[in-house]
């Protein structure tokens, strides 16, 4: 019912330059996939990434995005900004922004409210702390964190978001949730939105999973029936890998 998403968050990595041959590289590989197909790269790569994806079914994402229309805001961009550039995914809230560059909550909300008025698709990104998962907080956590970051929305604009439930303890360090965990904390996650918004709203909206997702593991974590899609740190460096995990129905 859901089409599935994969998205590379490829973080500070790639210069145009590089960005332009790993798009090229990755055009032939996922050119038949059955799933929406985004790369989310540094800003200085937006023109080089436009461009060699041109006609090909690869989506252009932003890794960050400011919640005004314009001003004082040294080294940010505006949704407009990344509209006017092509863009048309924003991953907004990932960990690395809430542990390092003072993310939070309110924050993630006012840049979800500013990039759905300006017509960009919103990855949100959720997710608990190795801590919090033993300490049995996870869910609520999950749940707080998801609907704080969509108030404000209509029924209808929530239903576009996609998410990305990602355990923060599962980023980079290969270590991954089980496929149980995944699906379970997902299911968490729909049933806030269903209690919120409504079972219809909540049975749109694309819930992925990120955390060292890659060609070995994507095939479980896909079979699980809450899990949507997933957000590739690591594994989205490489076309050869990406596209594995893109093709995780092949
Ligand atoms: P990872 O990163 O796949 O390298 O763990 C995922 C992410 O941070 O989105």
């Given at each position: 019912?859901?089409?599935?998403?994969?998205?590379?968050?490829?973080?500070?990595?790639?210069?145009?330059?590089?960005?332009?041959?790993?798009?090229?590289?990755?055009?032939?590989?996922?050119?038949?996939?059955?799933?929406?197909?985004?790369?989310?790269?540094?800003?200085?790569?937006?023109?080089?990434?436009?461009?060699?994806?041109?006609?090909?079914?690869?989506?252009?994402?932003?890794?960050?995005?400011?919640?005004?229309?314009?001003?004082?805001?040294?080294?940010?961009?505006?949704?407009?900004?990344?509209?006017?550039?092509?863009?048309?995914?924003?991953?907004?809230?990932?960990?690395?922004?809430?542990?390092?560059?003072?993310?939070?909550?309110?924050?993630?909300?006012?840049r979800v409210q500013a990039a759905v008025a300006a017509g960009l698709k919103v990855i949100l990104c959720v997710g608990e702390l190795k801590e919090e998962r033993e300490a049995g907080y996870t869910d609520a956590l999950v749940e707080y964190q998801t609907l704080i970051a969509l108030t404000g929305l209509t029924n209808e604009q929530?239903?576009?978001?996609?998410?990305?439930?990602?355990?923060?303890?599962?980023?980079?360090?290969?270590?991954?949730?089980?496929?149980?965990?995944?699906?379970?904390?997902?299911?968490?996650?729909?049933?806030?939105?269903?209690?919120?918004?409504?079972?219809?709203?909540?049975?749109?909206?694309?819930?992925?999973?990120?955390?060292?997702?890659?060609?070995?593991?994507?095939?479980?974590?896909?079979?699980?029936?809450?899990?949507?899609?997933?957000?590739?740190?690591?594994?989205?460096?490489?076309?050869?890998?990406?596209?594995?995990?893109?093709?995780?129905?092949?």
């Amino acid at each position: 019912m859901r089409k599935a998403i994969i998205a590379g968050n490829w973080k500070m990595n790639k210069t145009p330059a590089e960005a332009a041959a790993l798009v090229n590289e990755l055009k032939p590989l996922v050119a038949d996939a059955s799933c929406d197909v985004v790369v989310c790269v540094p800003a200085v790569d937006f023109a080089a990434v436009k461009e060699a994806a041109a006609g090909s079914n690869i989506h252009l994402g932003a890794q960050n995005v400011h919640w005004a229309a314009s001003g004082a805001f040294t080294g940010e961009l505006s949704a407009d900004m990344l509209v006017a550039a092509g863009v048309e995914y924003v991953v907004i809230g990932h960990s690395e922004r809430r542990q390092y560059f003072g993310e939070t909550d309110a924050t993630v909300n006012k840049r979800v409210q500013a990039a759905v008025a300006a017509g960009l698709k919103v990855i949100l990104c959720v997710g608990e702390l190795k801590e919090e998962r033993e300490a049995g907080y996870t869910d609520a956590l999950v749940e707080y964190q998801t609907l704080i970051a969509l108030t404000g929305l209509t029924n209808e604009q929530v239903a576009e978001v996609i998410v990305a439930y990602e355990p923060v303890w599962a980023i980079g360090t290969g270590l991954t949730a089980t496929d149980e965990q995944a699906n379970e904390t997902i299911g968490v996650i729909r049933k806030a939105l269903a209690r919120k918004y409504g079972q219809d709203i909540a049975d749109k909206v694309r819930i992925q999973y990120g955390g060292s997702m890659n060609p070995k593991n994507v095939k479980g974590l896909m079979a699980q029936p809450e899990i949507d899609g997933g957000l590739i740190g690591g594994a989205s460096l490489k076309a050869p890998d990406f596209s594995l995990v893109v093709n995780y129905d092949k």
